[in-house]
């Protein structure tokens, strides 16, 4: 059953991206060559991470939130622009664009059982910056609401840490064509507050490029 869950809004989200208000808007875009690509890799990447830690079965909102937890980037009027902005402002638009993208996932899927839709709407909230913690950084138990059977901030991890890879495996040679400094500040962003376990994932991926591969260099020197 719950599987029916997921590909019910997979295939809203696929339909959003094959509309001619997403064609119109970004035809021809590096948005327009990767977001179908993202969000199906972030599926596959938190059910990859879940499944090689935890002995439950892999959680419907997971996947869900995986799927939409960049939703308002398929819907023009409603983004929130993270890409051509200053990289003081980046971090903070960055968090709305989360809270965008939670509050446009419960509006297009509102007929799904409540309780998945406030698990999902959770993680997606959560996305930027995985489960919460405490001041020593212990996460807090938060029982999910449709199965009552995980803690929602370690699926919340597992989502952060899908996102953060999937810029390694897939979306930096695009983020390459924005420039040197830009790439870098990505690359920090994308490094910072990994646990070693994820960094040593990221560090696994061969690139045949000496830009990128000096910048993730420096950005790990950095963060030592």
């Not at 719950?2 to 809004?9: A, C, I, L, P, R």
């Not at 599926?43 to 937890?69: F, N, Q, R, Y």
């Not at 449709?146 to 899908?162: G, Q, R």
């Not at 490094?191 to 420096?218: T, Y």
């Amino acid at each position: 059953m719950n599987k029916d869950y997921y590909y019910e809004v997979e295939e809203r989200v696929l339909k959003q991206i094959n509309s001619e208000e997403y064609d119109k808007a970004f035809h021809g875009t590096e948005q327009s060559k990767t977001d179908k690509n993202h969000f199906l890799e972030i599926v596959g990447l938190a059910i990859d991470l879940w499944t090689e830690s935890e002995k439950k079965d892999v959680p419907v909102a997971l996947k869900i939130a995986a799927l939409c937890h960049d939703i308002d980037r398929i819907y023009p009027q409603r983004e929130v622009n993270t890409k051509n902005c200053q990289k003081k402002d980046y971090e903070i638009r960055k968090i709305i664009h989360s809270g965008n993208s939670a509050i446009l996932f419960f509006e297009e899927n509102s007929d799904l059982p409540r309780p998945l839709l406030h698990d999902t709407c959770y993680l997606i909230l959560r996305h930027e910056v995985g489960g919460d913690r405490d001041a020593e950084s212990i996460i807090f138990d938060k029982l999910d609401e449709f199965t009552a059977s995980y803690n929602l901030n370690v699926a919340a991890d597992y989502l952060y840490y899908a996102d953060k890879i999937s810029f390694f495996y897939s979306g930096i040679h695009e983020y390459k064509k924005r420039g040197k400094e830009k790439l870098k500040n990505k690359i920090l962003f994308s490094l910072k507050g990994l646990p070693d376990k994820i960094i040593e994932k990221i560090k696994s991926v061969h690139f045949e490029d000496e830009l990128i591969n000096g910048c993730i260099a420096d950005a790990l020197i950095e963060l030592e």
